[in-house]
């Protein structure tokens, strides 16, 4: 490459893994930043911030990112070694994830599965062919090993379970009959203006005549409806004020949006900022030098009030409560943000104590994988 081109990789947004060492030591480190998602939701439910049910929810998209991870360090398993071996493109600017475009081609391949699991040698038959090129020919087999890691690829694909681009919304019964059910609703999507995971938690009362989730006529119009709505840059009380005119018998009482990420790391992200600031300070050894953010965003009804709903008519309209000093802003009842980060970069973080980063609750990944909260 030209000391030009070089200059241009390097300030680009994005930014191509094409060693297969650079490609591996990327999922090692999602691999561990993810140990800990589970940990951190069981936290929160302790702490009274998620129910039982909410955490299974969560934990169900947490799991599928996970599964997601995976099964793409399958398919970028042989980066830069085989021939034909494709590179994983990741954002490095304030999101560290996986480029939307790619979890949009996993969609496609995951349609594909079936058909080419159908046309490739079984994974025991790669495997006696792998031993016979080392023993016999004397060579590595990185042709095998790339059609392995494609198998693999697809099996997990195939398996199901994964987060993908779009994961359309469900209804997990709360409590209620015939009067009012009480439903929530979640969904997920990968947020390609933010180029990060997103989950969304929807509490609605229902008073239709057929249960939500079973209504064909409000049921698609309410999915489509929050896919439609589901951008990090609108505003949560946008979304359930829509949500709330829109449809006729399903009153939104609490609306979270949970953003996981970014993830900063000196290796592979471009940062500003304090987090930079500690992350180059901290000089942590492989597999310590990243830290992780999640923004908690609720919007919860203060009570209901009347709204006209055409001429001689009302019906049931929503107040939201909003956060008095920011609530205008964020369009939330409550923003919080928390920061996920191992030992090294954390002493850093509290030697250093960065104006900008004193308001966020830290999670510690210490010896072991143990999560430590602030």
């Not at 058909?115 to 060579?139: N, P, Q, S």
């Not at 992200?269 to 942590?284: E, Y």
């Amino acid at each position: 490459m030209t000391e030009k081109s070089v200059k241009e990789a390097l300030s680009s947004d994005h930014l191509e893994l094409y060693d297969q060492a650079v490609a591996r030591r990327y999922f090692a480190k999602f691999g561990r930043i993810g140990s800990c998602f589970s940990r951190i939701a069981a936290e929160l439910e302790r702490e009274s911030r998620f129910s039982r049910v909410e955490t299974r929810v969560l934990g169900h998209y947490l799991n599928g990112l996970l599964g997601t991870f995976r099964a793409l360090s399958h398919k970028y398993l042989m980066t830069g070694l085989a021939e034909g071996a494709p590179r994983l493109t990741i954002d490095r600017h304030e999101s560290g994830f996986p480029v939307a475009q790619e979890l949009m081609m996993m969609a496609v391949d995951a349609q594909q599965a079936e058909r080419h699991l159908a046309g490739m040698a079984t994974e025991a038959e790669l495997r006696d062919r792998m031993v016979r090129t080392i023993v016999g020919e004397r060579k590595v087999p990185l042709q095998l090993q790339f059609a392995l890691s494609q198998r693999l690829y697809y099996e997990a694909l195939r398996a199901g379970g994964l987060f993908h681009a779009r994961n359309d919304p469900d209804a997990q019964w709360l409590s209620g009959t015939k009067a009012r059910r009480r439903y929530l609703i979640h969904w997920a999507v990968w947020d390609s203006s933010l180029n990060l995971p997103v989950v969304y938690l929807l509490e609605v009362e229902d008073a239709g005549r057929r249960p939500l989730p079973e209504d064909a006529w409000r049921w698609p119009g309410i999915q489509q409806k929050l896919l439609a709505q589901s951008m990090g840059g609108l505003k949560l009380v946008t979304m359930a004020t829509g949500f709330d005119k829109d449809f006729e018998d399903a009153y939104p009482k609490r609306l979270r949006r949970i953003t996981l990420g970014p993830m900063y790391s000196s290796g592979f992200t471009l940062q500003s900022g304090p987090i930079s600031h500690v992350l180059a300070d901290a000089r942590a050894p492989e597999g310590d030098d990243w830290a992780l953010v999640w923004t908690l965003e609720d919007l919860i009804s203060d009570r209901e009030e009347p709204v006209k709903d055409g001429w001689f008519s009302s019906r049931p309209g929503q107040i939201w409560r909003l956060a008095p000093l920011m609530g205008a802003d964020s369009g939330a009842t409550t923003l919080e943000r928390m920061i996920v980060l191992p030992e090294r970069p954390y002493q850093v973080l509290t030697e250093q104590d960065p104006p900008g980063l004193r308001g966020i609750r830290k999670f510690v990944v210490g010896s072991g994988n143990r999560l430590i909260p602030g």
